[in-house]
């Protein structure tokens, strides 16, 4: 009975003011249309046709900030995907954001009085869709057991498998998970927040709806969690998760960048914390820029210990004495950089003389000067291996305080 007098009321406004009508929920996905008044843009009759408007219509609502809205506005149009201008009105129960009106608005010739009917309608419609939200507190539900279930208090992980493992969304489609956390990056006010947490909600429930891999995601300030469920192969389970960063990308209207590391796969629900876990780790190396956009926790190699250190103290204070030795004596960087690649190529000079473009007999001259500058022995096994992790260290800990 609630969605009859919410659909009512859209065709009864777009009635009065003969052009388009739609509500969308806070992540722009249609809820609610009303019949085409001859306004109708390209974005409007694919949101109709395929109940979905494409991530980069959604992205150009999103980033005017409509999240944060509390009045009305103008969406401008945007001709590089079709999309005309529009008339957006936040509709909200208590402060809540539960849905998105909008009016189509071609030509901007809306009228105050004309205007005066959208708001009206938004807020005649409130109390409704607050009803709605309330019938739907199921997945809200579902996310904070998604949440506990991979946090750090065993009391309320035990819960969360109880609760999930008993579920229809879980049941037997997760003998095997792979957690993949996304985290946004760029983020400057609290309009682009909202935006990045609408966009992260919008991709992590198109998979769930979709319905063709075993999901459970949550989401939580600028951070999404997704569990993957019996997953058939490593290279799927990336080149689903690249998509999904592409989705990210055209949702985020270049507002904001986003970055996702992948966990390794565990047996069961109640072991995912231990694959959440690693998967925030490779997800802070994409962060940093120690790899690409997209990381898995086993392409990490040395970082995979490195990254467990705090980041509070990925400082130069907790390098080896060895490499502190080192900066201290080379000022430039080259002598560092020398010794980075060659220990990078095993030691081999000629490689690493190449990597450099440099002489091989330059390579040793700048080796020899290390030894003479600092003392330390280049040809000694344990001295390689703390000035090749000392030296991985310092390029976390400096990329680090660039981001």
Known sequence: MVGNEIQMAVDQLAELLQRSVVINDPGVRMLYSSVHFGDEDQVRVQAILKRDAGTKAIGHVLAQGVSTWTTAGVIPANDEIGMKARVCVPIRWHGEL???MIVMDLNESLTTSELSSINQT????????????????EYRV??????????????????AYSELAASHAASGRFE?????EFGVQGISDSATQ?????ALRTVLTIGSQQGRVAELHAVTSGTGLLLLGNFNGTTLMH????????????????????????????????????????AHLAREAAAIGLDKQLVAWANLGPYASLLRIPEEERTEESLPD??????????AGDLTDTLRLYLDHAGNGAAASEALHIHRTTLYYRLARITEL???????????????????LLDISRRGSDR
Not at 374 to 392: I, S, V
């Open 98 to 100: 539960l849905g998105l």
């Open 122 to 137: 938004a807020k005649n419609i409130a109390a409704a869709m607050a009803i709605e939200a309330q019938q739907d507190s």
């Open 142 to 159: 579902q996310e904070q057991w998604v949440r506990d279930l991979l946090g750090s208090d065993p009391a309320l992980r035990r819960r």
């Open 176 to 180: 095997d998970v792979s957690v993949v």
């Open 194 to 198: 909202s935006h990045a947490d609408a």
């Open 239 to 278: 080149r689903h998760v690249q998509k999904m960063l592409d989705q990210l990308k055209d949702l985020s209207s270049s507002k904001f960048g986003c970055v996702a590391g992948i966990g390794p796969s565990v047996a069961g629900l109640d072991q995912a914390y231990k694959s959440a876990k690693k």
């Open 322 to 331: 060895e490499v502190q030795r080192l900066l201290a004596v080379d000022s």
């Open 374 to 392: 600092t003392g330390l022995d280049l040809t000694d096994g344990r001295t390689r291996l703390t000035m090749h992790l000392g030296l991985t």
